[in-house]
Structures are given as structure tokens and as C-alpha cells.
């Protein structure tokens, strides 16, 4: 092997240098193809450490040249943009290869793959496989028992979040801070683990990120460009529980066991969802004898063996779900649902008779459910979800359930009112604690207690609320844009629209059409009035000061956070809520506060209405 032409995989790891410790090599002549050097390069201007690594060699074998070890040249062409286009197609590899043919040389290559081809070709190859010694990565080390995470930023001590759900705290690992050689160093280890170790592999690498998932910690690697510093985020579960341990009653294991199809598993970050996640599918695969897979990106769930875990394949989870189809699995877990395109994927899968437990970031028990209500069919909700599961420090604190009904919804009285219903009922009591409906073109999740209790004996309910502002939606669509308009409910059965004298004959229509086909899609019958007619009803005058910065206007602290139009000479002039104290404020210099100061130095009155 007096001739030889390095691969770019041999350069990485330093194969010459462990050669000429390992063997007698007699000043061996060593040929660097200029497309070896391109890639390096190429690799260095991205930030990736295998380009410097793969530079540091090559300088190191000129130092072995200068001192009578060998002799180093650069050959061959630098790759075109094709060549460099179509990389993992095998072009450069092929100039490599071209190369150690026309010089009759010996190929040393790290590449399993390249040495193969060039084996194939009849070209001289030697394959330097390098002996993976399996070792715990250095930063296992801040991990005991209750370290839920590590993390680690450039000129900043490490902390950990140590604890359990619901009961976490912060604390610093050392008193030294770790400078930017340092935790270069650990992500060179964690990289290269990747590389030779069969359960550690690469999540995600973009520029400037990095996810690994190395056993049991899933790792985090930011640095710049994307932040201003290197930052390493280790996460590991803390418990890894059987579900009987969570003490769930005989009602909700009989569900799990026979019913439960569409499960949703919902909490806040660090609540124990994964942990629950966990416990209920090994109780699917070991206890029920079900065939269950995951969906995840990254794979962070530790499950057994008989449980298979997926990525997006090809980066999609659409490929995936088409794979997981084919396979047909008793119950998939997917973790987690945040895009649209995750809750579609969820629903898909569903309704082709997947069971699914869906993973989802929620801060109420009925999050996860609106979430899924907004990107689905109103109708097809209680196929795609019949179990919603919340989490919160660690413990299952609520289970719902979700049934169809048509009926009229609650805090509506009109009998023509009724329309399908979605009903989320607490699982454990029956209570109705939230109603999903459409009205007009709003999917509207209403929460029972706001209905039957509302806040504010005075105010107006939700239901009001929601009715006003979707007449104000079908009004506006049919009036010029700047028109003013306000909607009123005054009872349950009937809405009052105010609008200018001169728009009324263009929303009550020919013969009345237009108001009524707007009354039948609102279901809701209304009166048309004039706008400046209701402002006649009760104004008050209000007095206005005026500071260096705003004008405040004070319409009394018995008025606090309350809606009122202003009125100027008994003329609209705008609408606003007032704050706690019952004022309302405008900045010093812009249009509106240098008109309501003419409208002061003319003597007219500023008058509010509430409404």
C-alpha cells in the first residue's frame, strides 16, 4: 500500500494518522483529491465539525510530511455544481474513485458503500472500519434519579430541572461556567455517538440545530446562527410507571379495555403526559395482547421492544400514516399533534379504523377538543375523539367524553334554534361542561359554566356575545366598509341592528328579502333602527382631562371595563373600553385627540352611551 487516495470518511476520522501508529507504513505517498478538499470545505463553512475535523487531519498530515513521515499531494478536479447537486446520488464519491484508478493507488475509505463499489470497479481498497468502544456521554453525568433536564449555554453554569410533575425545581449544577470548547466538545461527543452508535441517531440537523435522541435523553443543540450561543438541552423521563399505578376507577379501565378508540392525552409541558403516554401503551401491547406503534418526532418514548417506533418518513408524517395503514396496527400513538397537518394525519388515520392516542399541549381539559373542532368536520368529532384524557402533576385530574345530539344549544329558547350538537360530558359524573356548535359560520365551543353562572349578574352572556358579533359579521358584508353599524340582542328571541337612515332600505332588501334571508342563517329575528336614533337614548356628559402625553376621558370608576360609543355633538365618533378606572385614553398628537380638543374649543358636547 505504497500509493494511497483518501476518501472524504477517511480524513474525518484521522484513518492515516491510526495507520501509521498501528502499522510499519514505509513513507507511504498520500493523494488528497481536490473533491475531498471541496467537500471539507463545504462542510466547515456550514458550522458542521466534521469539515474542521477533516481540515485539522490534513494539516496534521502536512506536519507529518515536514517531518520525513510521508509525502502528501492534491490531485484531480474540483466537482462541478452537478457533481456537487446530486452528492448523495454518488458523484463525488465517483471522482474519488476515478481518481484512485488513474493513479493506481490503494482507496482508504471509512464508507462501507464506497469500499464495496470500488471492490466492484477492481480497484485496490482498503476498509478501515473503526471499532466503536461504547461509552456513556459526559453529559449523562448531571443526570441522578429526579433530573427531568440539563441545560447547558455558553459562558453560563449548568442547571437542571429536578423534581417530579407538579413539583420541579431549578437549581445550578456547578459554580463554573461552560465556555464555548467546552460544550463544542460534548456536542462533538454526542454527534460522533450518533455515528456508531445504533440507538443514538440524528432527529433533525438544519442549520444551526441539532436533535439527537440518544436512548433515553432526547438532546437539543442550538448555536449560531440560529441563537446567539451554543446551548445543549438534555431531556430524560423521570418515571417510567405502570398504569395501575395511577389508581384509575373501574369506569375508565372498562373504557380503556372495550371502548376507548380515540384518545386524547392533554396537559401543559412537563404535566406527565409522556409518562402517561408510556404506561398506557405498555398496558395495550403487554396486558391486552394489542399491536401498537408510534408516531414521533422526535422518539423520545421508552417503550419495550414489541412496541415499534416511527419518524416522519422521508421528513413526512403523511408517509408514515400510509406505511402505518399497510401495517394496521391495533392503536397508534401520535406524539405530538401541533400542525394542522397533525391533527388531519390523527383524524385520517381514525376514521380508517385506527385506534389513535393523540398527544397534545393543553392548559384546560377541553383545549385539546376545541383544538381538533377547529380543523375537522363539526359531525365526524365523536368518531375521531370519544376520550379526552387531561394530565396535571402527573395524575389524571379529568376525563371527558364527546357525544352528538341536535338539540337547541344552552341559553338559546327558540325551537327552530336546533342543530347538531357536539356534548362534552365529564366521564366519571355525566355533567354537560361544554357544548360545540356552529352558528352562522363560527364553530362555536361554549363552556356551561359561563352559561349557567355568568360572572356578572349585569353583563351580557356568552351566548349574547357570540350572536352579536355574528349578525355584525353578515351585516358588514353588505354594507360599504367604514359604515357604522351595531348590533344589540335584547332577548333571546331578537336582535336590533343600528345603521345609518340612508343604509336601511340596503339591509332590509326588496320586499324585506335580504333582512330575512340574514334572520334564517342567524336564526334570530331582527329590527332594523337607526343608528343616530339609539345615540338620543341616554348619553352622559363626560368630562375630559388633558395631559402633556393624552387626553383622558372619565366616565366614572362605576363604568370600569365597559364598552361605550363617544359621542360629539350627538354625533358618533368612535368606540372604546374603558379601564378599571373607568377612563379612557388617547395619545397627545394623532388625529383623533386633535378633534375631540377642536371639538372642546367649539363648545360642543362630548357626551358616551353605554353598550
Known sequence: MKTIILDTSAVIIGAVSKLLEEEDLDYPEIIVPEAVVCELEHQANANRREGINGLNELQHLQDLQYEGELAISFKGRRP??????????????ALIRDLARSEFGTLLTNDKVQAETAKAQGIPVYYYKQEYVEKELSI???????????????????????????HIDFVRLSDEAYNHVKLQEIIDEIIDKARSDAKTYMESVKEGSIVVQSREYRISIARP?????????????????????????????DRINNNAEGILISGSPGAGKSTFVQAIAKYYSGELNKIVKTMESPRDLQLPDEITQYAPLEGSMENTADVLLLVRPDYTIYDELRKNHDFNIFADMRLAGVGMI?????????????????????????????????????????????????????????????????????????????????????????????????????????????????????????????????????????ANIYIPDDLVPKVIGKNGKRIAEIEEKIGISLGVEVIEDKYKRDPFEIDITHTKKQLILELGRENGRSNFDILIGGEYLLTATTSKKGEIRIKNGIELSDFIIEAIEMGLEISAVKK
Do not use: C
Not at 462541478?80 to 463525488?92: H, V
Not at 434519579?145 to 417530579?164: D, I
Not at 351566548?463 to 353578515?474: S, Y
Open 80 to 93: 462541478t455544481n452537478y457533481d456537487i447537486k446530486y452528492a448523495k446520488s454518488g458523484e463525488i464519491d
Open 140 to 166: 449523562a453525568k448531571f443526570f441522578d434519579e429526579t433530573t427531568m433536564s440539563v441545560h447547558l449555554k455558553e459562558n453560563v453554569v449548568p442547571m437542571a430541572k429536578k423534581g417530579k410533575p407538579g
Open 225 to 253: 446562527p440560529f441563537s446567539e450561543a451554543i446551548e445543549i438541552t438534555a431531556v430524560r423521563p423521570v418515571a417510567n410507571i405502570d398504569l395501575d399505578e395511577y389508581r384509575l376507577s373501574s369506569k375508565l379501565m
Open 358 to 494: 393523540g398527544v397534545v399541549h393543553a392548559t384546560r381539559p377541553i383545549d385539546a377538543i376545541q383544538r381538533i373542532a377547529s380543523r375537522v368536520e363539526l359531525g365526524v368529532i365523536p368518531s375521531i375523539v370519544d376520550t379526552s384524557i387531561y394530565i396535571e402533576n402527573g395524575e389524571v385530574k379529568s376525563v371527558y367524553e364527546t357525544k352528538m345530539t341536535v338539540k337547541v344549544p344552552s341559553g338559546m329558547k327558540e325551537a327552530d334554534l336546533a342543530r347538531p350538537v357536539i356534548e362534552v360530558r365529564d366521564f366519571e359524573t355525566g355533567e354537560l361542561k361544554n357544548e360545540i356548535y356552529t352558528y352562522g359560520e363560527q364553530t362555536i365551543v361554549m363552556d356551561l359554566d359561563l352559561v349557567n353562572n355568568p360572572s356578572n349578574s349585569n353583563s351580557k352572556s356568552s351566548v349574547d356575545i357570540i350572536a352579536e358579533k355574528e349578525i355584525l359579521r353578515q351585516i358588514k358584508r353588505i354594507l360599504p366598509k367604514k359604515a357604522k353599524v351595531d348590533v344589540e340582542v335584547v332577548s333571546p328571541e331578537r
